[in-house]
């Protein structure tokens, strides 16, 4: 008898072993990195928090709350405490889009760069944000060049000596925007500046926000956009020469008075001026087996169509 009640206690003791070492993996799952500024403003630093919350918009929600919140240690500060307001967020196929008020543009540009670097690395900590982007009442955030900066993830950030940070890439790109008519394409050549830790931004991935973005104010009067500014980028990659641009559905709903040639070709000619692109395959949320516009099958994998390009008037 005392045998078994030897074994049923060790049981028992073992039982409430592993009943604690899965509590202990919950809350370690509940950890994240809040990043913060230092107070010269020249890196980022990350302190280590427990969410309370367990649904997904309860986690986003408490680290926004902890972005505008001072840091416990005086030489630290919130990323999101300057003189600006967060007028609203939203998730859309994991992508939160942050939306600022004017005053977010008032930030000298390498405060604002570490901001970014901030808000991005910690929200992208949240299962199902795989991208975060910014704007400016409700317009797309742009650099100082005027060009979209687009949706960031945290691979875009590495951390930085000051001299880093304050140092620019230069990366020169292609574009084909729209004739007046919306029957031909217009070439333009955008170079676009930016911090040394965004370098790990896919040239890909760049080209297809900047024509999201649409043509910047230099050449608006003379090209026009040919992508719906509502579409979100799902994904980028390339293989073997191909790159296969996954969009979300509202670039399916043109807005503008283009045709779907040129609506299609802005985007292949654009990328396979890229050297590792010769073709480009588009899928809308991960499915190529879809018409555009009812006249041009997305199935079709697209090369580079010089009858469509035209000169500038």
Known sequence: MKKKILRLSVFLCLLFA????????????????????????????????VA???????????????????????????????????????????????????????????????????????????????????????????????????????DMFIDNTESEMNSRERV??????????????????????????????????????????????????KVYPTMNPETRVVGVTVKDGTCYVNLNENFLTQIYNVSSDVAIYSLVNSLVELPNVSRVQIAVNGDSNVMFRDNASLSATYERNLDLITAVD
């Open 52 to 154: 309370a919350g367990i649904s997904r918009e309860a986690v986003i929600e408490e680290l926004l709350e902890r972005l505008t919140t001072a840091p416990e240690r005086m030489e630290y500060k919130a990323p999101l405490s300057g003189n600006f307001k967060l007028l609203g967020y939203s998730l859309e196929e994991g992508q939160l889009i942050l939306n600022f008020d004017e005053q977010y543009k008032a930030q000298p540009a390498t405060t604002e760069v570490l901001v970014r670097a901030a808000v991005v690395r910690t929200l992208t900590q949240v299962k199902g944000v795989d991208y975060v982007s910014f704007q400016v009442r409700s317009s797309s955030l742009l650099d100082t060049a005027g060009n979209v900066i687009g949706s960031m993830s945290a």
């Open 172 to 221: 020169k790109i292609r574009l084909y925007f729209a004739n007046e008519e919306g029957d031909k394409l217009i070439e333009t050549n955008r170079t676009l500046e930016y911090s040394r830790y965004s370098t790990n931004l896919s040239m890909e991935r760049l080209v297809v926000e900047q024509l999201i973005g649409g043509p910047s104010k230099q050449v608006k009067d």
């Open 18 to 49: 592993v009943s604690c070492g899965d509590g202990e993996a919950e809350d370690k799952s509940q950890v994240y990195n809040i990043y913060v500024m230092n107070k010269e403003e020249t890196k980022i630093w990350a302190n280590e928090y």
